[in-house]
């Protein structure tokens, strides 16, 4: 009997799953099968320790196996019988660290399967079971009860009574790729998309929508309140996860801040002692020893003591030292943001709460994480308020402070949203910067040879400081940096809630209650907005009669559109230009596995899972 292997594991699967489904085994007479006899897939497998799942291959037998995941371990058969049988099996090996969940019927034309894996045997506990019961009995209810019926061709697919549910299981460790095929295919790149928990909505790549849900319709279609809940206990009532009245208060306060032009020079002014006194030397220990940096972090550091002070006029000094400084507020804060966005992900929207209720598994550790950021945030609102009466420098938060009907819960919400803008979202963009043009020497080539004509016309040494003027000069590498947000967007996708029933502009009916998605990392892969080559990282493509294209907002989303446009969009392009532009021109990055894109890590922003290890080497040595 021969069987394909898949590999199972519980949201972030491998992306090169599918190419693992192309090894097959055999079983044993008496059920049992090995596997990982060759080098290569024991490789394979190793990189995956939540478990695996062997499924017959072209669905045409109706037995199913489940196993542990450890290498060179045996599998055990089980079969279902019968037309209408649904075989549910679940191992709990005492000494496998994961739990497989294994669901196949004859009455669908593919096997559907399902499977949630753990990497903890602690974590087997009621949260675990009580999910794997739940999600037994909807589909066991399915199958015996109803037929499917065939549905439409394009959009996501159906299931009666579980909707969506089926195919978003199977598919939530590669949300962002899914999604983008389905509204490829789709007449006007948009779906419809039902879960069980009344979570239906609409996901759009197209800007009419867009335009319709940010700008022309927009008090329609606030965060809503899912959203808000969901995020309630990481941002508060901060500015990302607040509608109405504390919205208004918080951009109107905010937008004095980012509109002035002190803010403009006091950004440029910090990025550059950064760079010079902190990345610089950090890049220059790392070309000397040789040493791995994980480029995603520095970065991340960077931008966290950039905002912290812009924003609070307080230098956490994370990038000081040997870079390392600041590292539990650092991972708390990554944990809290990646945990915060996993709620989005249940298969069943509610189940959080039972766990948060239990203080049990991620609802126990985000928590956790919470506890050491509101921690952190609220030393700067304690020490901030005490210096209140001192006469001080307008950052943003004396600008709150100002107003004293705010509370110190309140501004610590603000603190942690800031936090959240400055640091994540530049850090990310630079970040698949970096890996894009690791592999393109052509493109660094341009930029580098842009650089070399503004110094030279403005009379500069190369590692000397860019003005603001100087940077704007810099078309090409503004180009690039658009462009790689364009493949790669900080914030890949960003949903809303519909207050009233509504019909979009592309026909799409949205009733009351519905979410609604846009889809910017599908948007920046859909032909019909950029073309047959909208894969490719191409800069030139926003370059028109030598000068940077503006682009429509509602095609190009990367900063949000409407009334709560991203307030530090130009902000973000200098710290992300004088950055990209000192590095480059002192130091060669190699990027270690560049050939091989890295797997996303889908947290409220766009991150690379397991960083983004570089070697560095000085391009010039200063005499
Ligand atoms: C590459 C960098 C950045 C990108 C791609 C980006 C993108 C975005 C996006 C998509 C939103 C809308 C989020 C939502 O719906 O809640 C947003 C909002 C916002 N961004 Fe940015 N952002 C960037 C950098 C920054 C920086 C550096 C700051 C400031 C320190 C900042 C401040 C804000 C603020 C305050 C809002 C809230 C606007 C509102 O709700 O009215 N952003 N940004």
């Not at 279609?221 to 959203?227: A, M, T």
């Not at 508060?236 to 937008?255: C, E, M, P, Y």
């Not at 480059?584 to 766009?606: Q, Y």
Request: hydrophobic letters at 40%; proline letters at 4%; charged letters at 25%.
């Amino acid at each position: 009997m021969d069987y394909n292997l898949l590999l199972g594991v519980h949201y972030r699967a491998p992306q090169h799953l599918r190419s693992l489904m192309s090894y097959n085994r055999s079983l044993r007479a008496d059920g049992l099968g090995i596997v990982a006899e060759e080098e290569s897939m024991e490789d394979e497998i190793s990189n995956y320790p939540q478990g695996l799942v062997l499924v017959p291959r072209g669905g045409g037998d109706n037995s199913s196996v489940v196993g542990p995941h450890i290498r060179g371990s045996q599998l055990r058969a089980a079969s279902a019988t019968g037309d209408e049988e649904v075989n549910v099996d679940l191992l709990l090996p005492g000494t496998a660290s994961a739990i497989l969940l294994h669901i196949h019927t004859l009455k669908t034309t593919t096997p559907f399967m399902s499977f949630i894996s753990l990497s903890q045997m602690e974590l087997s506990s009621i949260q675990n079971l009580l999910f794997i019961f739940l999600i037994s009995l909807y589909i066991f209810h399915f199958f015996l009860i109803r037929k499917p019926k065939p549905t439409q061709t394009t959009g996501f697919k159906f299931y009666p009574f579980v909707g969506t549910l089926p195919d978003f299981i199977q598919n939530r460790h590669r949300f962002l790729d899914w999604s983008t095929e389905v509204l490829s295919l789709c007449p006007t790149n948009t779906a419809v998309f039902r879960r069980p928990g009344k979570v239906h909505g609409v996901i759009t790549a197209n800007p009419l929508n867009v335009e319709h849900i940010l700008k022309t319709n927009f008090d329609n279609y606030p965060k809503g309140i899912r959203f808000i809940t969901l995020l309630q206990d990481f941002l508060g009532q901060g500015i990302f996860n607040s509608d109405a009245h504390l919205w208004k208060v918080q951009r109107k306060t905010a937008s004095y801040e980012f509109n002035t032009k002190s803010l403009r020079n006091f950004v440029l002014e910090n990025v550059t002692v950064e760079t010079q006194t902190r990345l610089v030397p950090i890049f220059q220990k790392s070309a000397k020893t040789n040493r791995v940096l994980d480029l995603q972090d520095v970065l991340e550091r960077f931008a966290f003591d950039n905002i912290c002070k812009l924003a609070f006029n307080v230098d956490p000094g994370c990038l000081g030292g040997d870079g390392t400084a600041g590292g539990e507020f650092m991972t708390a804060f990554e944990e809290a943001a990646t945990l915060s966005s996993g709620r989005f992900m249940y298969a069943l929207p509610n189940l959080y709460k039972i766990k948060k209720f239990f203080n049990m598994g991620s609802e126990k550790k985000l928590m956790d994480s919470i506890g050491v950021v509101h921690e952190f945030a609220d030393k700067i609102i304690k020490s901030r308020m005490e210096e209140r009466a001192e006469k001080r420098d307008e950052d943003l938060l004396s600008r709150f402070i100002g107003t004293d009907d705010n509370s110190a819960e309140f501004l610590r919400d603000i603190v942690i949203s800031f936090i959240l803008a400055g640091r994540d979202t530049t850090s990310s963009a630079l970040t698949w910067f970096f890996w894009l043009l690791s592999s393109r020497l052509e493109i660094q080539k341009k930029i580098l040879q842009e650089l070399e004509t503004v110094r030279t016309r403005n009379a500069k040494r190369t590692g000397e400081t860019y003005s603001f003027d100087e940077l704007r000069e810099m078309g090409y590498l503004h180009a690039a940096i658009s462009e790689a947000m364009r493949l790669y967007p900080p914030v890949p996708v960003d949903t809303k809630a519909c207050k009233d029933d509504d019909v979009l502009p592309d026909g799409t009916i949205v009733k009351k209650d519905w979410f609604v998605t846009y889809h910017t990392y599908a948007m920046g892969r859909m032909e019909s907005i950029w073309g047959s080559d909208c894969r490719e990282f191409k800069p030139e493509r926003w370059i028109e009669n030598g000068t940077v294209k503006q682009e429509s907002p509602f095609r190009y989303p990367v900063f949000h559109a409407g009334p709560r446009m991203c307030l530090g969009k130009e902000l973000a392009y200098i710290q992300m230009k004088s950055i990209a532009a000192s590095v480059m021109e002192r130091f060669e990055i190699d990027v270690l596995n560049k050939d091989k894109c890295p797997e996303h890590l889908l947290s409220l922003t766009l991150r690379m899972k397991g960083g983004l290890p570089v070697k560095v080497k000085e391009r010039y040595v200063e005499a």
